[in-house]
DNA sequence: ACCTGAACACCGTTCAAGT
DNA sequence: ACCTGAACACCGTTCAAGT
């Protein structure tokens, strides 16, 4: 009998998002991972909703960290460790999108964002839009991303690899949106 | 007795996205609406996933036909076409993520973006990147506009009012994001 | 303090049976 | 051709009851 507290769903949440999607995240198939009845999940979170805000948070967290783990960050590192966080945990993206963005380490990558746009020359009444696009493009780059490694892997199409179109790296690809985005950046802000 | 097809499906199901939302778009939910039992749903559409694309896919067309029923239709009219048709029903970007764009329809605008990427010099192996940027860009503002008009209704907060930050115009705001990605755009394939 | 059995109110989907 | 009753295999969550 392992003690069951917190950090120990978590980790059960994680494995199963890890190995069988978030399809597949009952507090059931926590419970059982854990040697233990749903019921008993109960009495250490709140709930299912309680469970996605910590997992989001964690990340948030665990970027935060990395981020400042170098001298001046700025916000090409903060979207890098962004996505290296995601990619960590299946699925992280569609978690992000169904919880609210009020948890602790969550609200300061936000004001990261934000305060580095405005000292970028982002109007302030724009800085929430241009944090939003930031946020989003991150977001939806690795759901992408593990979308289509799930794909790709099932439906294996060898014609794929004959194809002329030689599709960028992600890495490349990740980096060519976030140039285009500072770029984009920079421009509004000399006209502004 | 109303007859009940496809047509009758849709239109029900709309109704309840835009009265309740997704989280209340159950089967038995448009089975009620109808005065129909869940399972006769299923002699008229394949399961609650093609119901999904449907909604996609019809929106993807009124998209398509209102974006062409100009001289010369450019990506700022795509997006401003695109983020009207999502605003009339509630929770669509949610749908769009929810389901695969190979729906007839959903191509046809991927590949209006990918040629208008590439016309304005967007090299061809970023162009995907491109397009999904913006494709994501849309979505998520949509998304964004609807969560917080739904938060904003059900918490109503005077403070807000008297508050001396001053939001901008949703539509000035998507506008400054789209002016930013284009301005990015053309940076990018200067350089390139 | 921590866990469970049992239940409640739901899901999506199938299929034999009805008309 | 079209609809339904009944069932299957699930959900998240609650709560009295157990230890």
Redesign the pocket.
Known sequence: ?????QQAILKAATEILNTKGIA????????ANL??????????I??????FEQISEGISQRVFEKLNRVDEPDLQRLMDVFRAELKRIQDSPQIFSNTAPFTPYRTRLIQFSLDHLQQLGVPQQFTATAGNLLNNYVLSFVSDEQYFSRVDSSTFDESQFKSPINMADPDDSFQYGLNLIFAGIRVQSKNG
Chains 1, 2 share one sequence.
């Open positions: 009998m392992m003690k069951i507290d597949a995240l009952s507090m059931r198939a926590i419970a040697d233990v009845k749903a019921a008993s999940l109960y009495f250490h709140k709930n299912k909703n309680d469970l």
